[in-house]
């Protein structure tokens, strides 16, 4: 079993920044992939920005050259910078880990945008 627990979110205006954090606990050694994906009122959860285990990251066309993923090399955090952030962003951001064929996910939190 994984625990995720998110922290950062909040409300900012139109071009500000904020910096999403997720600790992981429980049996972390096997963890393959960290991530963060979000849900929009009406709207299905997508991708925002994942990173393996390698340390390849991905990220979602709309955030890409405007938020940035990390992680420590024990697979005990993961971070999400969002810059430049638009009223298009807010959402209600979740952390994601895989351990080897199991997704586990954080309870979410909010990231509101005013324009």
């Known amino acids: 079993q994984v625990q995720l627990v998110e922290s950062g979110g909040g409300l900012v205006q139109a071009g500000g920044s904020l910096r999403l954090s997720c600790a992981a606990s429980?049996?972390?050694?096997?963890?393959?992939?960290m991530g963060w994906y979000r849900q929009a009122p009406g709207k299905q959860r997508e991708l925002v920005a994942e990173?393996?285990?390698?340390?390849?990251?991905n990220y979602a066309e709309s955030v890409k050259g405007r938020f940035t993923i990390s992680r420590d090399n024990a697979k005990r955090w993961v971070n999400l910078q969002m810059d430049s952030l638009t009223p298009e962003d807010t959402a209600v951001y979740y952390c994601?880990?895989?351990?080897?064929?199991?997704?586990?996910w954080g309870q979410g939190t909010q990231v509101t945008v005013s324009s």
């Open positions: 994601t880990v895989r351990r080897i064929l199991t997704n586990y």
């Open positions: 429980g049996s972390i050694l096997s963890i393959n992939l």
């Open positions: 990173i393996t285990s390698g340390g390849s990251t």
